[in-house]
């Protein structure tokens, strides 16, 4: 049981992951139908581009921790 507990950070990593490609990919068609609405200016996909460096820094560090506890958890069981 304890087990899934390693695993945890792992999912969340992912899931954070899942949301920022969400985000990166719906920004900038928001922008284009904004951009219609109001029928003024240019369009240009890059000014609806989301900057989530950090996010994808902590997706990355919550899954590097969960990978860690379950091989110290694997090591545990295994004695």
């Keep these: 049981?304890?087990?899934?507990?390693?695993?945890?950070p792992i999912v969340a990593g992912l899931v954070l992951v899942a949301i920022g490609?969400?985000?990166?990919?719906?920004?900038p068609v928001l922008g284009?139908?904004?951009f219609?609405?109001?029928a003024a200016g240019s369009y240009s996909p890059s000014d609806y581009r989301v900057p989530l460096?950090?996010?994808?820094?902590?997706?990355?560090?919550l899954?590097?921790?969960g990978?860690?506890?379950t091989v110290l958890e694997?090591?545990?069981?295994?004695r």
């Design 1 to 8: 049981m304890r087990s899934h507990f390693a695993l945890r």
């Design 21 to 27: 490609l969400l985000v990166q990919n719906v920004m």
């Design 32 to 34: 284009r139908a904004a």
């Design 36 to 38: 219609q609405a109001a």
């Design 53 to 61: 460096v950090g996010f994808y820094l902590i997706a990355g560090v």
């Design 63 to 65: 899954i590097a921790i």
């Design 67 to 69: 990978v860690v506890l």
């Design 74 to 78: 694997c090591r545990r069981t295994r």
